[in-house]
């Protein structure tokens, strides 16, 4: 996040500690880790490992990609082709949002004094009516 912002031109306070690839025993920044994080490169280890290992696991959890046909040997490439585009347009493209067809609605309305004093007054005929029939009986 910072690094994007610092790259679209925000000026804003950080020090190189804050990036993937800082060694705090070293005091210094490994301009490779951090470019292999910015281009997806542990996104990608992380897949091969996971496919590797548990199959099940990777076919859920990367199911978009799978679909779209990225595999982790062209995760950068990938990356690499977004930066450039966001470079070409950095403006923000709105998607279209589908609203339901049908809304969910998850709590009642509240009932006035007089739909619970007719709602009461159903119930209790209906109990009376239940106990005259068995006292028929």
């Known amino acids: 996040m910072l690094q994007g912002a610092l ?3 925000l000026d804003i306070p950080h020090s190189d500690k804050r990036f993937a690839g800082y060694n705090k025993e070293s005091k ?3 301009a490779e880790v951090h470019r292999k ?3 997806g ?3 990608a280890s992380y897949m091969k490992t996971l496919r590797e290992d548990e199959p099940e696991k990777y076919q ?3 199911t ?4 779209r046909g990225i595999d982790p040997e062209n995760i950068e490439e990938l990356y690499k082709k977004v930066h450039a585009a966001i470079r070409a347009d950095p403006t923000i493209k709105h998607t279209e949002k589908h609203v339901p067809k049908v809304q969910k609605h998850y709590l009642t ?3 006035t004094y007089e739909e619970r004093k007719a709602k009461l007054i159903a119930r209790l005929n209906a109990l009376n009516a239940g106990a005259d029939e068995e006292d028929d009986e």
């Open 109 to 111: 309305r509240k009932l």
């Open 60 to 62: 859920s959890q990367f």
């Open 37 to 39: 994080y910015i281009l």
């Open 41 to 43: 490169g542990h996104v």
């Open 28 to 30: 210094n920044l490994d």
């Open 64 to 67: 978009e990609y799978i679909k």
């Open 7 to 9: 790259d679209g031109g």
